[in-house]
């Protein structure tokens, strides 16, 4: 009897430590569970002139496709991968976040392309994932760049399904919104569409700055040192006396790549003028000391408008060379 009753005790105490056990694995799922970040998904639809074209690598075998994210107040701008179909799954802190940009190395793998997408999308406590959309990117062959973002839930949660690990149970819609271009225009025209009059090539797209001017170095274009904090900024006047200027100046965003040197991309608008009529302005605001910039020009005519004026670079190294189109102008102060 007592060994009977020995023997029962045994398997209750058995029993309840493994009940114990399962119970506290659960909780540990539970808690996982709470502490695990919400996963932002989507994907970046390529194409050259309208055609598909896929993501790129680089001249060293490297997959080069990185999307620019910026998290509310931070100093800096994470860079994010996708795979190789364009795909993208970033486990996120709840917040507010801007995606500022992209960095694509085109199918040949000598040419990078970045450019601006500046689209505001938010994560919340309690999500387990967010669809923010497809992004569509058009590069042309001359520089140029559209973006457009797709409502293509259905479809996409389809392909994460069947994805390991698949999507998150629960995930929500929360498409990319477009920030709100400074200005007022009813239309846009390519800055070297023919009725604009500008010299267009790979090393400049619109007006020329002259204060700053446009600085070269290995890594591609830089910042110009300048003396003042409220520089009184120049370009290249425009030989239609009927055409005037908008000008914008933004504050450099630095980013990282995961093999490569610290790059900046367009971030806060902090300066705009509308309908400037001499090709110079005088910044009245004084601007951060030590602070890099971004600026440039876009032509008008009435309610009509130029896109941004660009520059871009040409390297050549030792085994390859390299070219990056679309970029603003920029300067650093003292």
């Known amino acids: 009897m007592l060994a009977c009753a020995l023997s029962i005790l045994q398997g209750c105490a058995t029993g309840n430590t493994q009940a114990q056990t399962v119970s506290r694995q659960a909780e540990t799922r539970q808690e996982a569970s709470k502490t695990a970040l919400p ?22 075998g490297v997959k080069d496709c990185y999307a620019i994210v910026r998290a509310d107040g931070a100093s800096d701008a994470m860079v994010l991968g996708m795979d190789s179909d364009g ?43 967010v669809y923010i959309g497809n992004v569509e990117l058009d590069i042309g062959e001359t520089g140029r760049y559209s ?14 399904q069947k994805r390991t690990p698949p ?4 995930t929500v819609k929360r498409l990319l919104a477009p920030e709100k271009p400074p200005g007022t225009f009813a239309h846009v025209r390519n800055v070297c569409a023919k009725d604009w009059r500008q010299a267009c090539s790979k090393d400049l797209r619109g007006v020329a700055p002259l204060f700053p001017t446009l600085q070269h170095d290995v890594s ?42 610290t790059m900046y991309t367009r971030g806060p608008l902090v300066a ?7 090709p110079e302005l005088h910044l009245d605001n004084a601007l951060k000391s030590k602070t890099r910039y971004f600026w440039s020009v876009r032509l008008r005519r009435g309610d009509t408008v130029s896109s ?7 390297t050549f190294l030792v085994v390859a060379w390299r070219s990056s189109r679309g970029e603003s102008f920029g300067f650093e102060t003292p």
């Open 87 to 129: 795909r993208f799954s970033w486990p996120l802190k709840p917040g507010n976040y801007t995606m500022l940009g992209f960095s694509f190395s085109s199918g040949h793998g000598n040419e990078s392309f970045k450019g601006v997408i500046d689209g505001r999308f938010s994560v919340t406590e309690g999500d387990a994932g």
């Open 39 to 60: 996963v932002v998904l989507g994907k970046f639809d390529l194409s050259r002139d309208g055609k598909p074209e896929t993501l790129g690598l680089t001249w060293t």
């Open 147 to 160: 973006v457009a973002i797709r409502d293509r839930e259905q479809a996409a949660m389809q392909d994460f």
């Open 167 to 170: 999507i998150p149970a629960g």
């Open 272 to 278: 705009y003028a509308q309908d400037v009529a001499l």
């Open 220 to 261: 591609g274009l830089g910042f110009t040192k300048i003396d003042t904090p409220q520089p009184t900024l120049r370009w290249q006047a425009t030989l239609q006396p009927e055409i005037s200027y908008d000008v914008a100046v933004w504050e450099a965003i630095p980013y990282r790549f995961p093999l490569g040197s």
């Open 308 to 314: 941004w004026s660009t520059a871009g670079h040409f």
